[in-house]
């Protein structure tokens, strides 16, 4: 079980990008989908992430700018950034807490997953 990301690169301020997530594997559902950005020498941060539900949840520097959604049938969530700002770049990581399926009657979890991360660069 995997979660890929995709979709970072070099944008310029005020422009806008989209990151993808794919969750692949032996997955009975996905809980909570998020995204994590991690500037360089800083922590990583929280940027929004969505429930099962589609309650959706932004970091204030994020919102009105970066919107998070799900294909819940494909495993798959998004982040649409604008606006971007230079303070926007580094790498951002998507989590996910899903059940695995299992042999038994009974999904396997909860487990919490990272991807790979996807480096996002905005230029002033």
């Known amino acids: 079980v995997q979660l890929q990301a995709s979709g970072g690169g070099v944008v310029q301020a005020g422009g806008s990008l989209k990151l993808s997530c794919v969750a692949s594997?032996?997955?009975?559902?996905?809980?909570?989908m998020g995204w994590y950005h991690q500037a360089p020498g800083r922590q990583r941060v929280l940027v929004a992430d969505?429930?099962?539900?589609?309650?959706?949840n932004y970091a204030d520097s994020m919102k009105g700018r970066f919107t998070i959604s799900r294909d819940s049938a494909e495993n798959t969530f998004y982040l649409q950034m604008t606006s971007l700002k230079p303070e926007d770049s580094g790498v951002y990581y998507c989590?996910?807490?899903?059940?695995?399926?299992?042999?038994?009657?009974?999904?396997?979890?909860?487990?919490?997953?990272w991807g790979q991360g996807t480096q996002v660069t905005v230029s002033s």
């Open positions: 594997g032996p997955i009975f559902n996905v809980n909570r």
């Open positions: 989590n996910a807490e899903l059940y695995l399926n299992s042999d038994t009657h009974y999904p396997v979890g909860p487990v919490d997953l």
């Open positions: 969505i429930d099962s539900f589609g309650t959706t």
